[in-house]
Each structure stands twice: as structure tokens, then as C-alpha cells.
């Protein structure tokens, strides 16, 4: 016998249905928000000299972004370069090595490096690592592309670390223990068998990295110098973040300058939006094997 | 075994003692030198005072009510809307595509960046729904960012509410809203708390997303006052007093509250994880 429903209970069930429904909605906003805002200013620029141009003056009024897209691009694989490796070996002693008590320790630590606002980091990187970079590598001034690759590579870290551990620790122990038993070191099995077997949850780890260092904005700003050259490791340098975030508060209502600043958006969020999707496929490969 | 082997077994071993140890040594290089730079900065005159021009001296007071007040604003809308979504998801929905649809939103969400929030924010909210710059757009900004995260959490709450339990209120005649009302909502309170926790978090570390849609003055208000006006939160004093300022003292007093209260805010995500793992295991 199917029991009847109340009205009642139909309309309770549509407001939970709206509310489920609300996420959807928020990313539908974003999304037509940004591609309505983005693209009047690319199309009365131009796409091609949008992209490509490799001038960014609104006084002149030029608007090309491809200084800002290429250090996003270079910061990014910078920090990716030297976070991955650091953020990735740490992962397997933690997964494998560590005794449980230094896991413990580790694993708080790392938390709370994840916890800690991108201000904060860029006001150590002002302070610290701005200076050091200057005094090390004698420049006029250490606010560089090199200083914000240092900032953006700790800030990745804890991502890195936890995607990876959890990869490495739902290993099967038989993999592992037939390695042992056939005279591989601990080591060797870690390296050879281990990591192989866990390697879609790494990818995973590095894409979630690269969508995390393209995406800040905060912390790089404050070490990164900001004039909008074209990048140079030593040279001061504009991401795409912080092309808007440096800019959107000054920019008139309505003008060319702040339509502008919302296509810079529209592009960062193209990237994202293909990095999550990296991201999917290698977290659904990671659920198959 | 032959040298190479050996070789290799030396090289790995060395690389990960030392990648452990370097990212132990940052985070303790962090918390000790933001503590040892802010600590000494942090005076009763910083804390219980409003900047002023007139005499140049500079109070946080307004930037750590402003905290509290988008705290307070975002949980309060937050909560609902995610227990809500979470509920639907675990409880009402049967169509795949839909469930599929939504946790998928929720993935993207959680993948944009802060700036874009920001910017969405300040076209919606502020000008759209003609907020202005104001602790309110900031919060509802706020909502939007942390939504996944309380839907998140409150799900795997709900997922260990044992089904015999349902099974048990429907059996004695109640109706799908009673059942919520009695056996679900109060499965929720562990996600909730964690959710609450970890959304904090996330709105003490906040900036890029507050800076176009709350502003960024230091006036003292009220609570409802408050949340019309412009206001910035102490990460977004940090940034302005640090990068457009010059004041380091200041910023790094701000930086030592900030890093106390991330330490606090991990301990209790811990703590409460921990204890409600206790308690299902009971």
C-alpha cells in the first residue's frame, strides 16, 4: 500500500529541494556573472590583442593580458616544481616511515600551515624573504617573481601532503608485503611499488596544488612587486589574480578599465574551470583503481 | 645488494628526512616568528581603541568587532542553507542527476578562487542587489564560499545515523517531516559544529573576497549598524596597514592574534572531531 502524502510534506519536501538546489544556483550566478561582465571589454579589444597583447597601460588605454597570463602560468609551474617534490616526499615518510606519535605531530603541523591566511604569509614574505632575495641575489629590490614562487610553493604544501598521504596510505598492504617478501627494502617498495600504486591520487595532489597556486592572490600581491611586465624570474611581476585584486578598487564604474579587469577574471576562471576538471578525472581514476 | 641499490636506498631515505624536516621547520619558522615579531606589539591601547588621524594612533577595536559581526552574519544564513542541502541530498533526493548536479556545484565552488568570489560579490550583492560596500555583501560572499564546506560536513554526520532509526519513527506512524524533525536534525549537531568550525576558520583567513564587497574602513558600530557599513575585517587590516601603510608593527600584532586563532581553531576541529569519533564508537 503506498501511503498517501500530505500537502504538508509536498511542501516541505520543495523547500529541501530548493535548498539542495541552491549550490547550483550559486555557481550558475558565477558563472553567467563573469561571462556577461567579461565580455564586452574582449569584444571591444579585441580577442586577440586581449590575450596577446603584451601592453597593460589603462592611462593609454591598452589592455593586453598576456604578461599576466604567461607569470600566472610560470609562477604556478615554479611553485609546482619546488612544493611537489618537498610536499611529496614528506607524504611518504609520513604515509610509511613516521612513527605514529611524529605522524601526529606532522599531521597537526600541516593543518594549521594550511590554516594560516595568505596575509599572513605574504607579510612574512615582505619582511623575510623580500629582503633576503635582494641581499642573496644583489638587486635593487627582491619583490620578484622568485619571492611569490617561494610563497606560492609553502602555501601548496599542505594540499599536496594530505592528497598524497591518503592516496599512499589505501595502498593495499599485499602489494607491498609481496615486494618485502620477494627482497625489496622498505625503501625500494615505497618508491617502486607504493607510489606507482597510488599515482592518480598524486596527480590528484599536484592538480589541486596548481588550482591553489593559480588561484591566490593575497599573499603573492604582497611579494611579487605587481608592476605588469612581462615575467621575469627577478623581475617585478602581475598574476592574473592580482591584476584584479590590485586594480578593481580603483577602476571607474562601467569604464573599459573595469570591464576589462572582469574579462582578466573570465580568463583566470576558464583556468580554473579546466583544472578542476583535471582534477575530477584523476580523483575518479583514483576511486576505480 | 649492489652499490647502486645501496645508493639509491641513501639518496631516498636522505630526501625524505629532510623534506619532513624542512616542512616541520617552516611551520615552526612561521608561528615562532610571527609570535615573536606581534606578541611584544600587542598592547590594551591596540586592542580597546579606533584609529584616529588626530592623534595617529591606530586601534583594532572596529576591525576585530567587524570580525565577530561577519562571523556571526555568515554562520547564521550559512547554517540553514547547507543543513537544509544536506538534508535533501541524504533524506528526500532519488533522482541521480539531480544529486549528481549538486555535488558537483559544490566541488566547483570549493575550486574558485577568492578573487572571483570578490569580484561576483561586489557585482551581485553590492551593485545588483544594491548592497553598497558593506559587511553584509561581505558575509553573504562568505556564504556562498563556505556553503560546500557545511553541506560537507553535516552529510557524513548524517550518513552515520543508523537507518533502523529512521526505520523505527516511520513505523510508528510518523511522517517524513517528523522523522526529520526528531531522528535527522539532531544527527546533524556533530557536522554542524564542525562545519561552524571550520567555516570560522576560513572567514578569519579571508581577504581577497572581503576587500571589494565589505571595504575597508575602521569605524566603530554596532551589530546591525554594522552590517550596512563598510568595514574591514582583521585580515583586511593586516594587508592595508602592511602593504599600504607601512605599519609593520601593527600588522604583525594582527598577524600574532591571527595565528593564535588558527592554532585554537585547529585544536577545536580536532578536539571535536576526536570526541564525536568517541561517541559513535560508544
Known amino acids: ?289 | 645488494m649492489t652499490a647502486k641499490r645501496k645508493i639509491y636506498i641513501a639518496a631516498m631515505r636522505a630526501l625524505m628526512y629532510l623534506s619532513a624536516a624542512l616542512t616541520a621547520g617552516l611551520v615552526l619558522f612561521m608561528i615562532i616568528y610571527v609570535m615573536a615579531k606581534g606578541i611584544p606589539n600587542i598592547t590594551w591601547e591596540l586592542l580597546s581603541s579606533e584609529p584616529s588621524y588626530l592623534t595617529e594612533k591606530i586601534g583594532i577595536l572596529p576591525d576585530i568587532l567587524n570580525t565577530v559581526y561577519i562571523v556571526i552574519a555568515t554562520l547564521i544564513i550559512v547554517i540553514p542553507l547547507g543543513v537544509g542541502a544536506a538534508i535533501y541530498l541524504t533524506e528526500y533526493a532519488r533522482n541521480k542527476k539531480i544529486v549528481a548536479a549538486i555535488e558537483y556545484a559544490s566541488e566547483t565552488l570549493s575550486g574558485i578562487p577568492s578573487v572571483i568570489y570578490g569580484l561576483v560579490g561586489l557585482l551581485f550583492f553590492c551593485q545588483f542587489m544594491s548592497f553598497g560596500r558593506s559587511l553584509i555583501a561581505g558575509a553573504l560572499t562568505l556564504v556562498i564560499m563556505n556553503l560546500p564546506t557545511v553541506m560537507r560536513t553535516t552529510q557524513e554526520s548524517l550518513k552515520t545515523v543508523p537507518q533502523s532509526y529512521r526505520e523505527g519513527a516511520f513505523g510508528l506512524g510518523a511522517g517524513k517531516w517528523r522523522v526529520i524533525l526528531t531522528v535527522v536534525l539532531p544527527g546533524c549537531v556533530d557536522g554542524v559544529i564542525t562545519g561552524c568550525i571550520l567555516s570560522i576558520g576560513r572567514i578569519l583567513g579571508e581577504s581577497a573576497a572581503l576587500l571589494f564587497t565589505a571595504g575597508f574602513a575602521h569605524s566603530l558600530n554596532g551589530f546591525f549598524e554594522g552590517l550596512t557599513s563598510s568595514g574591514s575585517t582583521l585580515t583586511v587590516a593586516l594587508y592595508f596597514y602592511a602593504k599600504e601603510q607601512g605599519e609593520f608593527e601593527v600588522a604583525f600584532a594582527i598577524a600574532a592574534i591571527l595565528m593564535v586563532l588558527t592554532l585554537i581553531i585547529n585544536f577545536a576541529a580536532e578536539a571535536v572531531s576526536r570526541y564525536f569519533e568517541k561517541r559513535r564508537a560508544l
Do not use: C
Not at chain 1, 553567467?32 to 564586452?40: N, R
Not at chain 1, 599572513?120 to 611569490?148: C, K, N, Q, T
Not at chain 1, 623581475?235 to 564604474?253: C, H, I, K, P, Q
Not at chain 1, 570591464?259 to 576511486?287: D, G, T
Open chain 1, 1 to 289: 500500500m503506498k501511503k498517501l502524502k500530505n500537502p504538508t510534506e509536498k511542501i516541505i519536501e520543495g523547500i529541501f529541494l530548493i535548498l539542495g538546489l541552491i549550490t547550483v544556483g550559486f555557481v550558475l550566478l558565477i558563472t553567467v556573472y563573469l561571462i556577461i561582465s567579461g565580455i564586452p571589454a574582449i569584444r571591444e579589444i579585441g580577442l586577440f590583442d586581449f590575450l596577446f597583447g603584451k601592453t597593460w597601460d589603462y592611462s593609454k588605454n591598452l589592455y593586453g593580458i598576456l604578461p599576466f597570463i604567461l607569470t600566472s602560468i610560470y609562477g604556478t609551474a615554479g611553485a609546482i616544481i619546488l612544493g611537489v617534490p618537498v610536499g611529496f616526499l614528506t607524504a611518504v615518510y609520513l604515509a610509511k616511515i613516521a612513527s605514529p606519535r611524529v605522524k601526529f605531530f606532522m599531521e597537526t603541523a600541516v593543518s594549521l600551515l594550511a590554516g594560516i591566511p595568505s596575509v599572513v604569509y605574504g607579510l612574512v614574505g615582505m619582511i623575510v624573504l623580500v629582503p633576503a632575495i635582494r641581499e642573496v641575489f644583489d638587486l635593487p629590490d627582491g619583490s620578484s617573481l622568485f619571492a611569490a614562487i617561494i610563497v606560492l610553493a609553502v602555501m601548496i604544501l599542505p594540499s599536496i601532503i594530505k592528497v598524497s598521504m591518503t592516496a599512499l596510505e589505501a595502498v593495499p598492504k599485499e602489494y607491498e608485503d609481496a615486494s618485502l617478501a620477494l627482497g625489496a627494502t622498505p625503501i625500494e617498495t615505497y618508491f617502486k611499488v607504493s607510489v606507482p600504486a597510488a599515482k592518480s591520487g598524486i596527480a590528484a595532489a599536484v592538480v589541486l596544488g596548481v588550482g591553489r597556486a593559480i588561484g591566490e592572490a593575497m599573499a603573492i600581491i604582497m611579494v611579487s612587486g605587481n608592476a605588469p611586465n612581462m615575467p621575469e624570474l627577478f623581475g617585478s611581476v602581475r598574476f592574473l589574480t592580482t591584476a584584479v585584486a590590485s586594480e578593481m578598487n580603483y577602476a571607474t564604474d562601467g569604464s573599459l578599465h573595469q570591464q576589462a579587469l572582469f574579462s582578466v577574471a573570465l580568463v583566470l576562471f576558464l583556468f580554473i574551470m579546466l583544472i578542476n576538471a583535471a582534477l575530477n578525472f584523476f580523483l575518479k581514476r583514483e576511486k576505480e583503481d
